[in-house]
């Protein structure tokens, strides 16, 4: 004789369920696997969390985010240098927070942030966010109702459009009516 489960013993099963879930969850980032990080505000044409324009990456944030997945050394001109955390070498993909280096008064100092979900698997990485909680994958009519103030451009590549703002430093790429990069930089320099 074969015994149906009872209503107790299925709702037993789902809080069970849940509670696994949850302790996963906390082990993943016990473990790791997401990455914490202290501050995860993006401030318009000056800073990513901890990463600010015109300074180097600071020592300790690669403790948090992790050793990046791809390192370039600045050279003598601005923009030669780059640092990738969740990229793919030699293959186009960026990764989710990458730095351009060289601003032109230090080798090691950042000159434009990008965060971008091209290739990313989102759930691992830190959720970086506006002060009008502008992130990755907001849908475009929140960047609009948040940024009235924008520029619609042509996009690129896998940035069908650019919501930019060059006189506050930031830009926003959209696809599939979302948020796929946002690029932070120097006021009154585009993009």
């Known amino acids: 004789m074969i015994r149906r489960p009872t209503a107790v013993l299925l709702a037993a099963l789902t809080l069970t369920s849940a509670s696994m879930m949850i302790t996963a969850v906390d ?28 300074r180097p990456v600071p020592a300790w944030f690669y403790n948090q985010m992790g050793r990046p997945s791809i390192v370039t050394k600045a050279g003598a001109q601005v923009n030669t ?9 030699n293959s186009g993909i960026a990764g989710l927070l990458a730095v351009s280096l060289n601003d032109g ?9 990008i965060l971008s979900t091209i290739e ?14 502008i992130q990755l994958e907001s849908p475009f009519a929140w960047v609009r109702r948040a940024y009235p103030d ?26 599939d009516g979302e948020v796929i ?4 930089y120097p006021p009154g320099r585009r993009r």
């Open 181 to 184: 990069e946002i690029n932070v």
């Open 120 to 133: 990313q698997d989102l759930r691992q990485w830190p959720v970086f966010k506006t002060k009008e909680g």
């Open 27 to 54: 082990t993943a980032q016990a473990a790791g696997w997401v990455r914490k990080v202290a501050n995860v505000l993006i401030v318009p044409g000056r800073s990513v969390g901890a990463i600010a324009l015109g």
């Open 150 to 175: 924008g520029k619609e451009t042509q996009g690129g590549m896998d940035v069908e459009k650019w919501w930019e703002l060059p006189a506050r430093g930031i830009s926003f790429g959209i696809s």
């Open 105 to 113: 008064a230090g080798r090691e100092n950042v000159s434009e942030i």
């Open 81 to 89: 240098g780059f640092i990738s955390w969740g990229g793919v070498p």
